[in-house]
């Protein structure tokens, strides 16, 4: 998934509520004294996805209609939840609600493009990374997530050459390394996709999972 780990969650909860957020920087909330907003962010484990869900829909409503950032953070929030769950049409209206909002968030489109990929409409994923990528076009996971389309494609060269400029970016991805190695597979390189995927495991242990 798509880094939605924004580091002003106190703020953004307040802003909710309409209060103005201290100069000095939040102490990291516990999990007994978190509002709605910050449940809903919550990627740190604290709650159970069912909490989170109930708790997007709770600080949704209690949200302003023209608090633009809060409420694109709060739809993409529940829509990976949606997704997460296989409830797809769920998830694209709530992604789709968050662009309607702020057609510059880069990661309602690539949530989207999971989406397309979990329901086998890999030229629309595709479309929804390159919308992403206009956006963002440093974000290592969206060019990933193209080669993998590619890849189930069996376009293998535009496979390679999205997978290569993912691990330019960002060389520690572990699914881009592990991705490439089923390429180099599908073309014959096997020595290049053992490493590949070693390199893959070095990283991330369940890569393949």
């Given at each position: 998934?798509?880094?939605?780990?924004p580091?002003i969650l106190?703020?953004?909860?307040?802003?909710?509520?309409?209060?103005?957020?201290?100069?000095?920087?939040?102490?990291?909330?516990?999990?007994?004294?978190?509002?709605?907003?910050?449940?809903?962010?919550d990627?740190?484990?604290?709650?159970?996805?069912?909490?989170?869900?109930?708790?997007?829909?709770?600080?949704?409503?209690?949200?302003?209609?023209?608090?633009?950032?809060?409420?694109?953070?709060?739809?993409?929030?529940?829509?990976?939840?949606?997704?997460?769950?296989?409830?797809?049409?769920l998830?694209?209206?709530?992604?789709?609600?968050?662009?309607?909002?702020?057609?510059?968030?880069?990661?309602?489109?690539?949530?989207?493009?999971?989406?397309?990929?979990?329901?086998?409409?890999?030229?629309?994923?595709?479309?929804?990374?390159?919308?992403?990528?206009?956006l963002?076009?440093?974000?290592?996971?969206?060019?990933?997530?193209k080669?993998?389309?590619?890849?189930?494609?069996?376009?293998?060269?535009?496979a390679?050459?999205?997978?290569?400029?993912?691990?330019?970016?960002?060389?520690?991805?572990?699914?881009?390394?592990w991705?490439?190695?089923?390429?180099?597979?599908?073309?014959?390189?096997?020595?290049?996709?053992?490493?590949?995927?070693?390199?893959?495991?070095?990283?991330?242990?369940?890569?393949?999972?």
């Amino acid at each position: 998934m798509k880094r939605l780990v924004p580091p002003i969650l106190a703020a953004l909860a307040l802003a909710v509520v309409g209060v103005r957020a201290s100069a000095q920087p939040a102490p990291a909330p516990s999990a007994t004294t978190m509002t709605p907003a910050e449940v809903c962010l919550d990627h740190q484990g604290q709650h159970e996805d069912a909490e989170r869900l109930k708790a997007c829909g709770d600080a949704l409503a209690a949200a302003s209609d023209g608090d633009i950032v809060v409420r694109t953070r709060l739809l993409v929030a529940r829509g990976l939840y949606y997704y997460r769950h296989s409830q797809n049409d769920l998830a694209l209206k709530d992604f789709d609600a968050a662009t309607a909002l702020d057609p510059k968030n880069d990661a309602a489109d690539y949530d989207r493009g999971l989406v397309m990929i979990e329901i086998g409409r890999l030229d629309r994923a595709i479309r929804e990374f390159n919308a992403d990528l206009r956006l963002d076009p440093a974000d290592a996971d969206a060019y990933s997530a193209k080669g993998e389309c590619y890849r189930r494609l069996e376009d293998n060269l535009l496979a390679m050459e999205a997978l290569d400029t993912a691990l330019r970016i960002q060389p520690k991805l572990a699914l881009a390394w592990w991705r490439r190695g089923l390429v180099k597979d599908a073309l014959g390189d096997a020595a290049g996709a053992r490493s590949d995927k070693q390199q893959a495991k070095a990283l991330d242990p369940d890569v393949d999972k």
